[in-house]
């Protein structure tokens, strides 16, 4: 059973977008017993508010996100690579503006998080064979249908460790999940991201 | 033994299993946590549910039930539903009485033999000061009721609501006293309670603020989930209050008991829950 709320009443508003989202975003006062956990002193991100709607699914699904998403065999600007490239295929709005301010942070250059985004040709920052083989191997995984072709198997095969393209793998596809889940439910970019971004010139 | 009949054996987890059973009612008082009235959601917990959660619960080691709403007895099924559940563990079922008709005594005749208590609201010995809270007239309908059950053999229990329990006039409670005495209800079956500060009777200002530290932990199953105690899933706003809320899923049981008792294991040492709602 749904009752709606509007983020001007249980969101801070200086910390979400306008954009109403689908569904109601619990606040840290409405927070479930075992979601409070996940609620830091700020706002929490709209993934986290909205998720806690279901405590029994934010307890497992967060601390996946977290680690799928985080740095782990790869470091931050791997992962920003394939988090970034994944959401701008899938043109998942959310997703690309907060993780466009992530690149930036991780020290990716503006250009090349706008050739992540789509707006640039790859040749124009990319150079390094791993990070060209590491990017035709997410947007295979991510655009592609069926089986990758052989070829880029055998180069990626050659260009990570096994380990490293499992944990790539499983980052694009995470971020396939969290890309449909963020534009199905039209979850809102917070207004720090978005003021920062006008700010970067994005 | 499972985890649950442990922990309800060293009293961690209080032994009773609420349901919500409807969220409508045929009143609207000024403190009602669930903001409950004629034109509100009825958000019914179907009779199976109840009684599939119930028959979990007694498996688990729960010890009593409860239904609560909403005031049940407006549901057509109720009569039948309290009595399958006072076959199975002692129940009680909490009710304004005013719905209370002929038709409604008779279907209830058979908790008569069963561990069955209806829990009535009666908040003052005077009918003016009972109704300003409840509502015109219903001090006479549940004067009415009382007796009615009473002469059936079916257990009734008074509750009294009070918006500080502790500062009421000995000689007000000693009225009240007199009067469910009066009607053969003892001591024992009569319990004072604050009003709580969630619902309608914090937009009304009314009541004590009780957070998950003050209450019990009470399996609370309705039909938008499991919550900590029948203080949980209370409703300001038109909006149910998740706050409390310990998991979507209710079935199987085992799930939100599950929850439940990590979150008992986190209460803080020294924890005391003051507040009961029977
Ligand atoms: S307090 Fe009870 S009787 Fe009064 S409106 Fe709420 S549910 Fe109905």
Same mark, same amino acid.
């Given at each position: 059973?749904?009752?709606?709320?509007?983020?001007?009443?249980?969101?801070?508003? /200086?910390?979400?977008?306008?954009?109403?989202?689908?569904?109601?975003?619990?606040?840290? /006062?409405?927070?479930?017993?075992?979601?409070?956990?996940?609620?830091? /002193?700020?706002?929490?991100?709209?993934?986290?508010?909205?998720?806690?709607?279901?405590?029994?699914?934010?307890?497992?699904?967060?601390?996946?996100?977290?680690?799928?998403?985080?740095?782990?065999?790869?470091?931050?600007?791997?992962?920003?690579?394939?988090?970034?490239?994944?959401?701008?295929?899938?043109?998942?709005?959310?997703?690309?503006?907060?993780?466009?301010?992530?690149?930036?942070?991780?020290?990716?250059?503006?250009?090349?998080?706008?050739?992540?985004?789509?707006?640039?040709?790859?040749?124009?920052?990319?150079?390094?064979?791993?990070?060209?083989?590491?990017?035709?191997?997410?947007?295979?995984?991510?655009?592609?249908?069926?089986?990758?072709?052989?070829?880029?198997?055998?180069?990626?095969?050659?260009?990570?460790?096994?380990?490293?393209?499992?944990?790539?793998?499983?980052?694009?596809?995470?971020?396939?999940?969290?890309?449909?889940?963020?534009?199905?439910?039209?979850?809102?970019?917070?207004?720090?991201?978005?003021?920062?971004?006008?700010?970067?010139?994005? | 033994?499972?985890?649950?009949?442990?922990?309800?054996?060293?009293?961690?987890?209080?032994?009773?299993?609420?349901?919500?059973?409807?969220?409508?009612?045929?009143?609207?008082?000024?403190?009602?946590?669930?903001?409950?009235?004629?034109?509100?959601?009825?958000?019914?917990?179907?009779?199976?549910?109840?009684?599939?959660?119930?028959?979990?619960?007694?498996?688990?080691?729960?010890?009593?039930?409860?239904?609560?709403?909403?005031?049940?007895?407006?549901?057509?099924?109720?009569?039948?539903?309290?009595?399958?559940?006072?076959?199975?563990?002692?129940?009680?079922?909490?009710?304004?009485?005013?719905?209370?008709?002929?038709?409604?005594?008779?279907?209830?005749?058979?908790?008569?033999?069963?561990?069955?208590?209806?829990?009535?609201?009666?908040?003052?010995?005077?009918?003016?000061?009972?109704?300003?809270?409840?509502?015109?007239?219903?001090?006479?309908?549940?004067?009415?009721?009382?007796?009615?059950?009473?002469?059936?053999?079916?257990?009734?229990?008074?509750?009294?609501?009070?918006?500080?329990?502790?500062?009421?006039?000995?000689?007000?409670?000693?009225?009240?006293?007199?009067?469910?005495?009066?009607?053969?209800?003892?001591?024992?079956?009569?319990?004072?309670?604050?009003?709580?500060?969630?619902?309608?009777?914090?937009?009304?200002?009314?009541?004590?603020?009780?957070?998950?530290?003050?209450?019990?932990?009470?399996?609370?199953?309705?039909?938008?989930?499991?919550?900590?105690?029948?203080?949980?899933?209370?409703?300001?706003?038109?909006?149910?209050?998740?706050?409390?809320?310990?998991?979507?899923?209710?079935?199987?049981?085992?799930?939100?008991?599950?929850?439940?008792?990590?979150?008992?294991?986190?209460?803080?040492?020294?924890?005391?829950?003051?507040?009961?709602?029977?």
């Amino acid at each position: 059973m749904k009752h709606r709320r509007s983020v001007e009443q249980h969101a801070n508003e /200086d910390a979400v977008s306008t954009a109403a989202p689908l569904v109601e975003l619990v606040m840290r /006062d409405q927070a479930p017993l075992l979601a409070r956990r996940f609620f830091g /002193d700020g706002p929490p991100s709209p993934i986290t508010a909205s998720l806690a709607q279901v405590p029994e699914l934010l307890e497992v699904a967060l601390p996946f996100i977290g680690a799928a998403l985080g740095p782990g065999a790869l470091d931050a600007r791997a992962k920003e690579l394939a988090i970034l490239r994944t959401s701008a295929l899938l043109e998942c709005r959310y997703c690309v503006q907060t993780h466009t301010a992530v690149a930036l942070d991780c020290g990716l250059s503006a250009e090349e998080v706008r050739v992540l985004r789509g707006e640039l040709e790859l040749d124009a920052a990319f150079t390094a064979e791993r990070e060209r083989t590491m990017l035709a191997w997410i947007d295979a995984v991510a655009a592609g249908r069926g089986t990758v072709d052989p070829g880029l198997q055998s180069r990626a095969a050659e260009a990570l460790a096994d380990h490293e393209l499992v944990e790539l793998t499983l980052t694009v596809t995470a971020t396939l999940m969290l890309n449909r889940y963020c534009t199905a439910l039209d979850l809102p970019v917070s207004a720090a991201t978005l003021a920062r971004l006008t700010e970067e010139g994005f | 033994m499972s985890a649950a009949a442990d922990a309800i054996a060293s009293g961690a987890l209080n032994g009773r299993v609420w349901f919500y059973s409807n969220y409508h009612c045929n009143l609207q008082c000024s403190y009602c946590l669930t903001e409950s009235g004629p034109r509100v959601l009825r958000r019914e917990l179907p009779g199976e549910v109840i009684l599939d959660r119930a028959a979990e619960a007694e498996a688990l080691g729960f010890t009593a039930f409860g239904v609560t709403g909403g005031e049940p007895f407006i549901r057509d099924d109720m009569p039948a539903l309290v009595a399958e559940l006072g076959r199975r563990r002692p129940t009680v079922v909490l009710s304004n009485a005013t719905l209370l008709n002929e038709r409604r005594l008779r279907e209830l005749e058979p908790v008569a033999d069963l561990p069955v208590h209806v829990q009535i609201s009666l908040d003052h010995p005077d009918p003016v000061a009972n109704d300003e809270m409840r509502g015109p007239e219903n001090f006479r309908k549940v004067m009415e009721a009382i007796p009615k059950l009473v002469e059936r053999g079916i257990g009734v229990r008074i509750a009294t609501t009070l918006e500080d329990p502790d500062a009421v006039d000995p000689e007000q409670r000693e009225r009240l006293c007199e009067l469910h005495r009066s009607m053969g209800i003892p001591d024992e079956d009569h319990v004072v309670r604050p009003i709580v500060n969630r619902g309608r009777a914090a937009t009304n200002d009314l009541g004590l603020l009780a957070g998950f530290e003050q209450l019990e932990p009470e399996l609370t199953v309705t039909v938008d989930g499991a919550f900590y105690s029948p203080f949980g899933p209370t409703v300001r706003g038109g909006r149910l209050d998740s706050d409390l809320l310990v998991s979507r899923a209710t079935a199987p049981l085992q799930r939100p008991v599950d929850a439940l008792l990590r979150i008992a294991d986190q209460l803080p040492d020294g924890h005391d829950a003051s507040i009961g709602i029977r």
